[in-house]
């Protein structure tokens, strides 16, 4: 068995080897830090709120405060209850992402992107994922980014799931 003094020696060789072959910014761009040494707080949300997609017009702003610049997602969780793994997202929201004051992107989200099962139950989704997107946004926004979600067209599907329903924002994936 490899002691883990000799695997961080040589993780801080290899390291040392690609910056100084030039290809430093590569390995940052591919999360290698966070692959090798993960924060325990990597995944947590940076907004979690009641958000009520089964409502038209139903608008709210989050400012958005990032801790790690990876992919993030947009997506909801069901905290009373399971959503059946043959849901399909029905409804229509609005996402419009500022830098500040200005709009830098907006998009209309028709369907989820993917989806998570519960605890190794293949009959429901954990969460469900709208939108995924890069912090630093555009590759340059990185602070007072604020994201604006409005509801087109409401999911009625999720009406029964009431004040459960929680949008998140957060860490989706290190690729």
């Not at 004051?101 to 992107?113: P, R, Y």
Request: glycine share 6%; aromatic share 18%.
């Amino acid at each position: 068995m490899v002691k883990k003094k000799n695997l961080i020696a040589v993780f801080f060789f290899v390291l040392f080897l690609l910056t100084s072959l030039g290809v430093w910014n590569f390995v940052t761009d591919k999360h290698i830090l966070y692959l090798v040494f993960p924060p325990k707080d990597l995944y947590e949300p940076i907004v979690k709120d009641n958000f009520l997609f089964y409502e038209k017009g139903f608008t709210k702003t989050y400012s958005l405060q990032p801790k790690y610049f990876v992919s993030h997602n947009i997506g909801f969780l069901i905290e009373s209850g399971n959503l059946s793994s043959k849901y399909k997202f029905s409804g229509t929201v609005k996402v419009d992402f500022y830098w500040k004051d200005k709009l830098l992107f907006s998009k209309e989200i028709t369907s989820h992107i993917s989806a998570a099962y519960s605890n190794n139950d293949l009959k429901h989704f954990s969460d469900v994922r709208l939108l995924c997107f890069e912090i630093p946004f555009q590759g340059k926004y990185a602070n007072e980014i604020s994201v604006r979600l409005t509801v087109l067209e409401p999911d009625e599907n999720l009406k029964q799931y009431g004040d459960s329903i929680k949008l998140f924002i957060g860490v989706g994936s290190l690729e």
